[in-house]
């Protein structure tokens, strides 16, 4: 993962101009601290900070065409790249740079190239012929971008906004799946996949089709020159990523740099469910695992630095966001550059617990489709920012493009949970997943209920971070939110201090409004709210807030102790459960 910068049309080229945008693009070197560029043409620059992946050694940025008319600064990985040169062969390449394509297909096909690539990304090109530019976003967003414009008419692009908030007048998080042109003057979407118009599918539900494409998009992703990992945290979609990538990791390229041991990394609180249930799948499938521990404390210390890098003071995303962030500083000092992760696979099948309320498939579907479209507002961001805050890339397999096209296209009959055939959330994945004969993951694990990072990390850390807000926060404070934050009013006082915190490194009124808001349980939009009258008493983005459904959910006084941070009998619910899941769907496939 990189950091770009590009500012155009800045009617300033003195060597002071040039000094502020290195000067702000160092603000984006933890993303890339293996090498700084920067391109200059006329009131034009394009800045990057490499994070070296594929082909470290040449591949440098920018990146240009043959006669270097045109330039790109490119943050991400195209994993189609040599397919792509095979149609560019008239072209000279300089670099083994999967990014490299960027540049050539543009000369090649004008503006029209986007949907070929096949990867995350967020690009600038400068065409120095007319001086026109464009810039684009992954479908889904797994990468970041921001786009900014200044007092002066320039146009500004940058992967976090920390690096034009001073700058820009106002800003903008770039919208996925779209592409901006300066010929055209705007922003349009190139990413136009059946389901974004949440029409309600009906094609039959496939099982070894949706295996093929996920194995498919696990192997695309193991395109690396560079010590590599799987975030492992027991739960079946990350369990899922690291089971595939090891069936196949012999055969891929990096086994013959790095040899064929995959390595697998999970943190969380002392006795946490997370640590328990990865230490299982590891020693099941072999992998080198790695297990760090934090203490409640030792997040709440990291909370300002983590919000400083996530750019967000969406409760949800912070709770989750601090532990990986812990983590992703622990793998880089072993070495490791990128890792694989389970991000995406909720929204696309329904995963968190509260779709079980889904009153019919037609709003079941509906729901997964607005989950995806927001995802760059939430789980990519988290991934990506907290990763990239230590100088890790993250990679996401079920954000696959093909893959999303198959997933979505089932009839969500499917999808939805139905007790009464033994279909518990996400059941279509783990039935795909179910092989008798060449077992991917113990039945237990593959039937485990859905359990979101920042409860999985252990119960403890939300509690803990409530009562430290509470001793932060007044009931005065909380009781004039709306007089100091008249937009997204914090409703609790662990919001008022997410708040406080993004206010004193973001205090514009463009960033405040880059972070989305409304009412949400368990991670649901606000639509889905409406599914449950009750969950209007208790909107709380934990897991465990989905009463009556999570087998931790929140009890009241005194009864309130699976809290804590030892949660053997939070465990062994959780395995009663499991085993009778385990048992209803063997019974509805025996039917």
């Known amino acids: 993962m990189c950091g770009i910068l590009a500012v155009l049309g800045c009617a300033d080229t003195s060597l002071a101009k040039r000094s502020r945008i290195i000067e702000l693009s160092r603000r984006l070197q933890h993303r890339g601290p293996d090498w700084s560029g920067l391109h200059c043409f006329q009131d034009c620059y394009l800045a ?269 995303t912070i ?76 990679r996401v397999p079920f954000l696959d493009k093909q893959f999303i096209d198959i997933a979505m296209d089932i009839d969500p009959e499917w999808k939805m949970i139905r007790r009464d055939l033994g279909r518990i959330e996400k059941w279509v994945l783990r039935n795909a997943f179910d092989d008798d004969q060449n077992p991917y993951l113990p039945k237990h694990i593959l039937y485990r209920q859905k359990e979101q990072f920042s409860d999985g990390v252990g119960y403890g850390w939300i509690d803990g971070l409530k009562d430290h807000a509470n001793e932060h926060v007044s009931d005065a404070m909380l009781m004039n939110a709306s007089f100091v934050y008249p937009e997204n009013t914090p409703t609790t006082k662990e919001a008022y201090y997410y708040r406080s915190i993004f206010e004193r490194f973001f205090p514009k009124n463009a960033a405040r409004s880059t972070v989305p808001g409304g009412p949400s349980v368990a991670c649901s939009t606000a639509k889905a709210v409406e599914w449950d009258a009750a969950w209007s008493k208790n909107l709380d983005p934990s897991g465990r807030a989905a009463l009556g459904v999570h087998a931790a959910a929140y009890q009241e006084a005194p009864e309130k102790t699976l809290a804590t941070e030892n949660s053997s009998s939070v465990d062994g619910h959780l395995r009663k459960l499991q085993d009778a899941m385990v048992e209803a769907t063997a019974t509805a496939t025996a039917l």
């Open 48 to 316: 990057h900070q490499r994070l070296a992946i594929v082909d470290p050694t040449s591949g440098d940025q920018p990146l240009y065409n043959e006669d270097k008319s045109i330039v790109v600064t490119v943050n991400g990985e195209i994993y189609n790249h040599e397919e792509l040169r095979a149609k560019l062969k008239s072209h000279q390449f300089r670099t083994g740079s999967d990014c490299e394509v960027i540049a050539h297909l543009y000369e090649e096909y004008g503006e029209d190239f986007i949907d070929m690539l096949d990867g995350m990304f967020s690009f600038v090109l400068l065409d120095m012929r007319d001086k026109s530019f464009i810039a684009a976003r992954d479908a889904i967003g797994i990468t970041p971008l921001y786009m900014g414009w200044g007092l002066d008419g320039s146009v500004w692009f940058a992967s976090e906004m920390k690096a034009l908030s001073d700058d820009c007048e106002r800003f903008v998080s770039f919208l996925p799946g779209h592409i901006y042109s300066s010929k055209e003057g705007g922003l349009r979407r190139w990413y136009n996949p059946p389901w974004f118009s949440e029409c309600t599918p009906s094609t039959p539900y496939d099982a070894l089709a949706l295996r093929e494409a996920f194995e498919k998009a696990v192997v695309k992703r193991l395109m690396t020159d560079v010590p590599f990992g799987v975030l492992l945290s027991g739960g079946l979609d990350s369990s899922l990523v690291a089971a595939v990538a090891l069936r196949h990791l012999a055969e891929a390229k990096v086994a013959r740099q790095w040899g064929s041991q995959l390595h697998s990394f999970c943190i969380g609180l002392k006795g946490s469910p997370d640590l328990k249930a990865a230490r299982e799948v590891a020693d099941y499938l072999g992998t080198f695992h790695h297990e760090f521990h934090f203490t409640v404390q030792e997040g709440i210390d990291a909370l300002a630095e983590v919000i400083y890098h996530i750019e967000t003071y969406d409760v949800t």
């Open 319 to 394: 709770r989750a966001s601090t532990p990986m962030f812990l983590m992703s500083r622990k793998i880089k000092s072993l070495g490791v550059k990128m890792v694989l992760s389970g991000e995406g696979s909720d929204e696309i099948f329904g995963g968190y617990l509260y779709f079980h309320k889904a009153p019919n498939k037609e709003e079941f579907h509906s729901e997964t489709c607005r989950k995806i479209k927001a995802l760059h507002l939430y789980d990519c961001l988290r991934a990506n920012k907290a990763t990239s805050a230590w100088g890790l890339e993250a």
